[in-house]
């Protein structure tokens, strides 16, 4: 929930970047505090609201000079009473000047910030090669396009360096910095993690350009943990998500915090109900039993995006990779969502949701034994997978290049429905 809204912050400001802005008529907007807006504001984009806004100003100023218009009249269209003015803000924010910056970077039309879904970053090989030279000392090393395997897709943020590393480019520092600092947390916890690999200078990550880049170890082992046909994988994998459930619950960091229930009732269910993909008669029966549930159950820092290829396993020690997304949300997120991400991967109607179903209850059998659940998180669970699938399924309809997937999630979502009563552990 706290995402769409700072979300709409960020679009907010995109939008009037040439005229005044203030912190307190944003926090009014938001319908919070000025207090507790910074510190939101702060713990999901990563800096502070004023400094983002400055920094947007600043980086569309500069553009508009890589296309021709003078530095004066660049630096005062987005707010900068002078261009001494406007040097010394870039200059700080940057740490080089206007004129290095475009001479030594690619200047194209700033990077949408949508921290709802991170927009394609276009880098080449080549700069990347150049930026871990500068920064890291690395020379002669080869750089290979992540793939996801599910999909065939290539990410535009991640990149292998030989095979030690990982390459993270992100132009929400609030993502990178969660993500360093529950992996440095883990590590402490005797746990595999793809923990920063420092610059030259002591850094974790760095700024280039309009990107922060951070360089990670690459936790080398064994991603397949699950087959379709062994019902033990799933209980490991349910086991595993206990003990990352028990190290996290140890973390204190600022994340943003979620509420799961109102995203599905005020998000989720409006457009599922408007594509009659649910009936009146299912919302009334999630409003009334997991509404009556949700604010009892635990809550803790959760890692949010757990997909069994997320889980790495080297010998007899395990990992998890990709903590950018986490949040502070109800504890038993995370095995749940693990179990709608089996589903969509081998997903057909039939005898493979059957199937399914044994997998869902091996995992949280697993799970129980190692982070026992309590009776309400036990009630709740089946409604926590259907809000995933919600959730899911609410997403994809609203993404035009993913109409397959959506499709798939329309069938997955109404054999949930049919099929709740299975789910009951």
């Known amino acids: 929930m706290y995402r769409h809204i700072i979300q709409g912050s960020i679009d907010y400001i995109e939008n009037n970047l040439r005229s005044e802005l203030t912190a307190q008529e944003l926090s009014e907007k938001a319908g919070f505090s000025l207090f507790h ?7 999901i984009v990563g800096i502070p609201v004023m400094q ?26 987005y ?22 910056y475009l001479s030594n970077f690619k200047i194209i039309k700033p990077y949408k910030i949508n921290i709802l879904q991170e927009e394609p970053i276009m880098v080449s090989h080549k700069q990347i090669k150049e930026l871990l030279s500068t920064y890291w000392g690395m020379d002669d090393v080869m750089i290979r396009d992540v793939i996801y395997e599910g999909t065939g ?11 030690k590393y990982v390459l993270k480019l992100s132009t929400n520092l609030g993502k990178l910095k969660n993500h360093i600092k529950i992996s440095e947390a883990l590590e402490k916890e005797g746990l595999l993690a793809a923990t920063p690999v420092e610059t030259g200078s002591g850094e974790k990550y760095i700024q280039y350009g309009q990107l922060y880049c951070c360089l990670t170890k690459r936790i080398q082992g064994q991603q397949d943990l699950f087959r379709e046909d062994a019902k033990g994988d799933a209980r490991f994998i349910g086991e595993v998500i206990g003990h990352l459930s028990m190290a996290l619950s140890d973390i204190d960091i600022v994340v943003d915090e979620a509420n799961m229930y109102e995203g599905v009732v005020n998000w989720a269910i ?7 993909i649910i009936s009146n008669a299912v919302y009334r029966k999630y409003t009334e039993e997991f509404g009556g549930l949700y604010a009892g159950l635990p809550q803790q820092i959760i890692h949010r995006n757990l997909s069994p290829s997320n889980i790495i396993l080297e010998g007899s020690k395990w990992g998890i990779i990709e903590f950018e997304l986490s949040e502070r949300n109800i504890r ?9 991400a089996i589903l969509s991967e081998f997903y057909s109607e039939g005898d493979r949701f059957a199937k399914w179903i044994e997998i869902y209850k091996e ?39 993913y109409k397959d997937v959506y499709e798939v999630n329309k069938l997955m979502t109404k054999s949930i429905v049919e099929n709740f009563d299975l789910l009951l552990l």
Request: glycine share 4%; with cysteine.
């Open 37 to 43: 807006y910074y510190r939101l504001f702060t713990s």
């Open 52 to 77: 983002y806004i400055t920094r947007r100003r600043l980086l569309y100023a500069v553009y508009e000079m890589s296309k021709g218009m003078k530095k004066a009249d660049a630096a005062l269209l």
């Open 79 to 100: 707010g900068f009473d002078t261009y001494a003015g406007f040097y010394k803000a870039f200059l700080r924010e940057f740490g080089c000047t206007p004129s290095f």
């Open 153 to 163: 897709i290539k990410s535009d943020s991640l990149y292998y360096v030989d095979d």
């Open 270 to 276: 409006p457009m599922l109900q408007k594509a009659n």
């Open 332 to 340: 038993i997120f995370d095995p749940c969502y693990a179990a709608t």
């Open 363 to 401: 995992i949280m059998y697993g799970y129980d034994t190692v982070a026992k659940l309590s009776d309400d998180e036990r009630k709740a669970i089946p409604y926590v997978v259907l809000s995933n699938q919600f959730q899911a399924t609410a997403w994809f309809s609203e993404q035009e290049k």
